[in-house]
């Protein structure tokens, strides 16, 4: 893990950071534990869109399901607990 802890960071300023980030994100230790996270903007961005493809990727699945009929519909949640009560 690529860190640097804050009392450095309080001490040289961002500048603390720029060598490390070259390694990659950098965690940034206060009280002996990691509580923040910094990385480059093109790290960020390909983090982002990552997630953007995942999201895309999850709601098209969950389409291809109910174009197939593999959902149940339920007109309560009532009936949605009876039939999973009666699976246990």
Do not use: F, W
Request: net charge negative.
């Amino acid at each position: 893990m690529n860190t640097i802890s804050a009392q450095e960071i309080k001490r040289r300023g961002i500048s603390a950071l720029d060598k490390s980030l070259k390694l990659g994100p950098v965690h940034i230790i206060k009280k002996n534990l990691p509580q923040y996270v910094v990385m480059t903007e093109a790290c960020y961005e390909e983090l982002i869109e990552s997630e953007k493809e995942a999201h895309i990727t999850r709601i098209r699945t969950a389409l291809e399901d109910v174009e197939s009929g593999r959902t149940m519909h339920y007109n309560s949640a009532k009936e949605l607990l009876a039939d999973i009560e009666k699976d246990l």
